[in-house]
């Protein structure tokens, strides 16, 4: 297995794209701090988890707050003896429509989580990871940080942040041998897709959308979880600040 001996914390780990993460890396032999502000959420995957043979505890979790950023670090020190990889997914963003219709709590609260969560993460584990003398951060940003669309102002605002301050820490933490990367998902049929579209869920609107990928589908969850496996594996050693596309061509 390709996570053995690690340990990982995943944030917004109880839906989506982070369930797809801990239940790959548990799957892989990670020990997963299962982190989510929803606990029925959260408990469900790592009920999942450990029924499947896997590791896990859950942890409850406002990425936008230090104090329960430092509880992830001690939980998994207490649960799991160390903390190797941490990948920052947890998200969220405005419904599309008009920047200007974008109130300013919306604003903020974005930015919160999509960016303060950064901010957090890194002022609380890459002191533990120089101590240790190695670690990994996924930060999952966005094809939106990359090609932004009208509608998701300052959603892509957030996540071209995510994506910056990805490659900036990699240039700063890699003489500590902590590797940063970011991987970049293309819209997904998750909780959030309503908002995005900002039209109803409906099989011609998604159609209009998977019209702009190549590869005529939206991500899955495992899709973003096997880039998030490889980049958290030692076969990434020699990875750093890259951003990663998964995104059927949206990009090119």
Not at 23 to 48: F, H, M, P, S, W
Not at 75 to 90: E, M, P, Q, R, T
Not at 124 to 141: D, E, K, L, S, W
């Amino acid at each position: 297995m390709r996570l053995n001996d690690k340990v990982a914390i995943v944030t917004g780990a109880g839906s989506g794209f982070g369930e797809g993460i801990a239940k790959t890396y548990a799957r892989e032999g990670a020990r997963v701090l299962v982190a989510d502000i929803n606990d029925n959420a959260g408990q469900r995957v790592t009920e999942e988890i450990l029924k499947a043979g896997g590791q896990a505890k859950f942890v409850r979790a406002d990425v936008s707050k230090s104090a329960d950023m430092v509880n992830l670090l001690s939980s998994a020190l207490a649960a799991f003896g160390g903390v190797h990889i941490v990948v920052n997914n947890a998200g969220t963003t405005h419904r599309n429509r008009p920047m200007l219709e974008v109130e300013e709590d919306e604003f903020d609260r974005l930015y919160a989580i999509n960016v303060k969560s950064i901010f957090l993460s890194a002022k609380t584990f890459v002191p533990y990871f120089r101590t240790q003398g190695a670690g990994v951060f996924i930060n999952i940003a966005s094809t939106a940080g990359i090609r932004p669309r009208p509608g998701l102002t300052w959603y892509n605002g957030s996540k071209g942040a995510v994506i910056t301050l990805s490659k900036s820490m990699a240039a700063e933490l890699g003489p500590d041998n902590i590797r940063v990367n970011c991987v970049n998902p293309v819209m997904s049929a998750t909780g959030l897709l309503t908002e995005f579209m900002g039209v109803p869920d409906t099989p011609e609107n998604r159609k209009r959308f998977t019209a702009t990928i190549p590869l005529g589908r939206f991500s899955t969850p495992d899709d973003i979880a096997n880039a998030c496996l490889y980049l958290g594996s030692d076969e990434a050693s020699f990875i750093t600040g890259a951003c990663l596309e998964v995104d059927g061509g949206r990009c090119v």
